[in-house]
């Protein structure tokens, strides 16, 4: 599957790949149930603003605060007011863009570093690797917590943070296949006939370590989707977006917890757990796919 | 290599490390926007000519560099600065709240480790039942969810619903006790809930690892070579397959380090439990950027000191390593 990636124009090799890719991810149950969560997720932050309003619920003109769940507000209000159910049907939109972002930069650093680190070698490596292990070992909490301090409240700070703090695992990773793949032929033979460094590392390696990518970037997806809950919880998030992490952020600060009020609490917890959780089952799910060696034989 | 030599190298990366970071929590705090002068002074009419002398005393008109070897200096003098909030100096406000989260910490982790070594192997053992399945589904779900949502859920049951633990705090301020059983229940009590909660977090990964890692070693040829010894089932796991198995969950502790501060910011915030989290917490709040960085030098160079320990646990635990 691998070197045939490497050749672009063979399309027919690779719509067979994916076809085989298919029918063994198919057979793992835990991947199709985090496939379905996922799309249900997805469906939602691309249609759900469109089709709720968050609305104030109010009774002859009395506005009903900290409401629990009735006919009509089905998840009850907040300390506005505030239908809740819509609110989470909203924030999944920004939720979901926020932790996508952010591992999107995470995935395109961690990737440039591990392949430069891996193909160079010697000083190059060495440098890049230490930056890696600073990264690796400085507690993550913290390092974006401050960052996103300083650089004030805004989804584009959020992102970043996320994104420049969450590398180092890929880089590892990205590196180590690196070393493996430019030892192969191929390799020796494009720079026989005269490939650059850039051509190389861009046509060769780069498609080799892509199923690898793939199954991190899951994993990197659920951990920036957690990161933005936790970020926003503590105060550091957007305060003029709607996201799952700021619902819970009000409803704590507002004293949801001692009023017991379950409604405002629940539901976003709940829809960060399932996103998570639909990204680790298919993470564990292509990582038995793309790594034989996972693959069970005794069943 | 022998010992010695890979002693001075691990550290020797571990000083490499800690001065990055200390370069980083320099400048890190430079690029916040504003001048930190007018967010210490708080006076929008002060005279240009006040300020000017209150930059001089800060040597804030010197070069960055020089500013970074007068922030070194100062560093090693154990001089962090003074807090705005506190108006206290902040390396005494940091160790203050030291012995809460080393209380918290060190204990939900033992805790973890055990439970989760435990559970890890009977799911081992069990491979492919009902049980495994069962466990390794609740695992995973732990592992998906924000540590502060736990909290607040627990909070929830245990101290709204139920109330048989208080909401939160390490005890009740300047209340007496008739005797000093009466008080350590009482301080039990308040730990109850933030340690069980904490614990819970931490579980799962060690089971995760226990299992996938007993797994590993029972498939090794050490292992088939006692069974055709006729060694017991018993004795196989105990004294053949757990010392081996046991090894990636040092590692692990190591690796975790991280991700267990990120915990106890968390959860000492949800639970108001006086501690390094709590005040980073509040910190963060009140914009208090003196306490921000050297809670942020301080964390950081704790959890860099254990690595290195932990590093050097592993290798006088896997004789492997050595040679």
Same mark, same amino acid.
């Given at each position: 599957?691998?070197?045939?990636?490497?050749?672009?124009?063979?399309?027919?090799?690779?719509?067979?790949?994916?076809?085989?890719?298919?029918?063994?991810?198919?057979?793992?149950?835990?991947?199709?149930?985090?496939?379905?969560?996922?799309?249900?997720?997805?469906?939602?932050?691309?249609?759900?603003?469109?089709?709720? !309003?968050?609305?104030?619920?109010?009774?002859?003109?009395?506005?009903?605060?900290?409401?629990?769940?009735?006919?009509?507000?089905?998840?009850?209000?907040?300390?506005?007011?505030?239908?809740?159910?819509?609110?989470?049907?909203?924030?999944?939109?920004?939720?979901?863009?926020?932790?996508?972002?952010?591992?999107?930069?995470?995935?395109?650093?961690?990737?440039?570093?591990?392949?430069?680190?891996?193909?160079?070698?010697?000083?190059?490596?060495?440098?890049?690797?230490?930056?890696?292990?600073?990264?690796?070992?400085?507690?993550?909490?913290?390092?974006?917590?401050?960052?996103?301090?300083?650089?004030?409240?805004?989804?584009?700070?959020?992102?970043?943070?996320?994104?420049?703090?969450?590398?180092?695992?890929?880089?590892?990773?990205?590196?180590?296949?690196?070393?493996?793949?430019?030892?192969?032929?191929?390799? !020796?033979?494009?720079?026989?006939?005269?490939?650059?460094?850039?051509?190389?590392?861009?046509?060769?390696?780069?498609?080799?370590?892509?199923?690898?990518?793939?199954?991190?970037?899951?994993?990197?997806?659920?951990?920036?989707?957690?990161?933005?809950?936790?970020?926003?919880?503590?105060?550091?998030?957007?305060?003029?977006?709607?996201?799952?992490?700021?619902?819970?952020?009000?409803?704590?600060?507002?004293?949801?917890?001692?009023?017991?009020?379950?409604?405002?609490?629940?539901?976003?917890?709940?829809?960060?757990?399932?996103?998570?959780?639909?990204?680790?089952?298919?993470?564990?799910?292509?990582? !038995?796919?793309?790594?034989?060696?996972?693959?069970?034989?005794?069943? | 290599?022998?010992?010695?030599?890979?002693?001075?190298?691990?550290?020797?990366?571990?000083?490499?490390?800690?001065?990055?970071?200390?370069?980083?929590?320099?400048?890190?705090?430079?690029?916040?926007?504003?001048?930190?002068?007018?967010?210490?002074?708080?006076?929008?009419?002060?005279?240009?000519?006040?300020?000017?002398?209150?930059?001089?005393?800060?040597?804030?008109?010197?070069?960055?560099?020089?500013?970074?070897?007068?922030?070194?200096?100062?560093?090693?003098?154990?001089?962090?600065?003074?807090?705005?909030?506190?108006?206290?100096?902040?390396?005494?406000?940091?160790?203050?709240?030291? %012995?809460?989260?080393?209380?918290?910490?060190?204990?939900?982790?033992?805790?973890?480790?055990?439970?989760?070594?435990?559970?890890?192997?009977?799911?081992?053992?069990?491979?492919?039942?009902?049980?495994?399945?069962?466990?390794?589904?609740?695992?995973?779900?732990?592992? #998906?969810?924000?540590?502060?949502?736990?909290?607040?859920?627990?909070? *929830?049951?245990?101290?709204?619903?139920?109330?048989?633990? %208080?909401?939160?705090?390490?005890?009740?301020?300047?209340?007496?006790?008739?005797?000093?059983?009466?008080?350590?229940? #009482?301080?039990?009590?308040?730990?109850?809930? %933030?340690?069980?909660?904490?614990?819970?977090?931490?579980?799962?990964?060690?089971?995760?690892?226990?299992?996938?890692?007993?797994?590993?070693?029972?498939?090794?040829?050490?292992?088939?070579?006692?069974?055709?010894?006729?060694?017991?089932?018993?004795?196989?796991?105990?004294?053949?397959?757990?010392?081996?198995? *046991?090894?990636?969950?040092?590692?692990?502790?190591?690796?975790?380090?991280?991700?267990?501060?990120?915990?106890?910011?968390?959860?000492?915030?949800?639970?108001?439990? %006086?501690?390094?989290?709590?005040?980073?917490?509040?910190?963060?709040?009140?914009?208090?950027?003196?306490?921000?960085?050297?809670?942020?030098?301080?964390?950081?160079?704790?959890?860099?000191?254990?690595?290195?320990?932990?590093?050097?646990?592993?290798?006088?635990?896997?004789?492997?390593?050595?040679?």
């Amino acid at each position: 599957m691998n070197s045939a990636l490497a050749k672009r124009d063979n399309f027919a090799l690779l719509k067979k790949n994916m076809t085989s890719f298919w029918s063994i991810y198919r057979q793992n149950s835990m991947g199709l149930i985090g496939l379905v969560i996922l799309l249900v997720f997805a469906l939602m932050a691309l249609f759900g603003p469109y089709l709720v !309003e968050i609305t104030v619920m109010a009774v002859d003109g009395v506005t009903q605060v900290i409401h629990p769940p009735t006919s009509g507000y089905w998840l009850g209000t907040d300390d506005l007011g505030k239908d809740i159910l819509a609110g989470v049907i909203i924030g999944s939109r920004v939720s979901l863009l926020v932790g996508l972002a952010a591992t999107a930069i995470s995935m395109i650093i961690g990737t440039v570093i591990g392949i430069v680190s891996g193909f160079y070698g010697r000083a190059v490596d060495a440098v890049l690797m230490r930056i890696t292990d600073v990264f690796l070992v400085i507690p993550w909490l913290p390092l974006m917590l401050v960052m996103a301090a300083l650089l004030g409240p805004s989804l584009g700070n959020i992102i970043f943070v996320i994104g420049i703090t969450s590398w180092a695992g890929t880089a590892r990773i990205i590196r180590s296949q690196t070393l493996s793949v430019k030892e192969r032929p191929y390799v !020796e033979r494009a720079r026989a006939i005269g490939s650059g460094d850039t051509h190389i590392m861009f046509y060769h390696i780069l498609p080799n370590v892509f199923p690898l990518i793939f199954a991190n970037t899951v994993l990197v997806a659920a951990v920036a989707i957690l990161s933005e809950t936790t970020l926003s919880f503590l105060g550091m998030g957007d305060p003029t977006q709607v996201t799952w992490g700021m619902m819970l952020h009000f409803a704590f600060s507002m004293g949801a917890v001692s009023y017991g009020a379950w409604w405002w609490l629940l539901p976003p917890g709940i829809c960060v757990v399932l996103v998570v959780l639909s990204f680790t089952f298919i993470g564990y799910a292509l990582d !038995e796919v793309l790594n034989p060696k996972l693959r069970r034989r005794d069943q | 290599m022998n010992m010695r030599g890979y002693l001075l190298r691990k550290f020797i990366q571990a000083l490499i490390t800690v001065f990055i970071v200390i370069f980083m929590n320099f400048f890190l705090f430079r690029i916040m926007p504003g001048d930190p002068i007018r967010v210490l002074i708080r006076n929008p009419r002060i005279s240009a000519g006040a300020l000017e002398r209150v930059r001089d005393q800060f040597g804030l008109n010197e070069s960055r560099l020089v500013q970074f070897w007068i922030y070194l200096r100062d560093l090693f003098s154990g001089d962090l600065g003074t807090s705005f909030n506190y108006r206290q100096p902040v390396l005494d406000i940091v160790m203050e709240r030291v %012995p809460a989260t080393v209380l918290l910490i060190g204990t939900a982790t033992v805790l973890s480790i055990i439970i989760g070594v435990l559970l890890g192997v009977i799911f081992a053992w069990k491979r492919g039942t009902r049980i495994d399945i069962i466990g390794l589904s609740f695992s995973l779900i732990l592992y #998906s969810m924000p540590t502060f949502w736990v909290a607040i859920i627990m909070v *929830m049951i245990f101290a709204v619903y139920w109330q048989i633990f %208080p909401l939160g705090g390490m005890g009740m301020p300047g209340a007496f006790y008739s005797s000093y059983w009466v008080e350590l229940a #009482s301080q039990l009590r308040y730990m109850f809930l %933030p340690t069980i909660t904490f614990a819970l977090i931490l579980i799962g990964e060690y089971v995760l690892i226990m299992r996938s890692s007993l797994l590993e070693v029972m498939r090794e040829d050490y292992m088939l070579t006692a069974r055709a010894k006729g060694v017991t089932n018993r004795n196989m796991l105990f004294r053949h397959a757990m010392p081996n198995a *046991m090894l990636p969950v040092v590692t692990l502790i190591a690796i975790n380090l991280g991700f267990i501060v990120g915990g106890a910011i968390q959860i000492e915030t949800v639970f108001s439990w %006086p501690g390094l989290g709590r005040l980073m917490y509040s910190a963060l709040t009140n914009r208090d950027y003196p306490v921000l960085q050297g809670l942020f030098l301080f964390i950081t160079i704790a959890v860099i000191g254990a690595n290195f320990c932990a590093d050097l646990l592993y290798r006088y635990l896997d004789p492997r390593v050595k040679s």
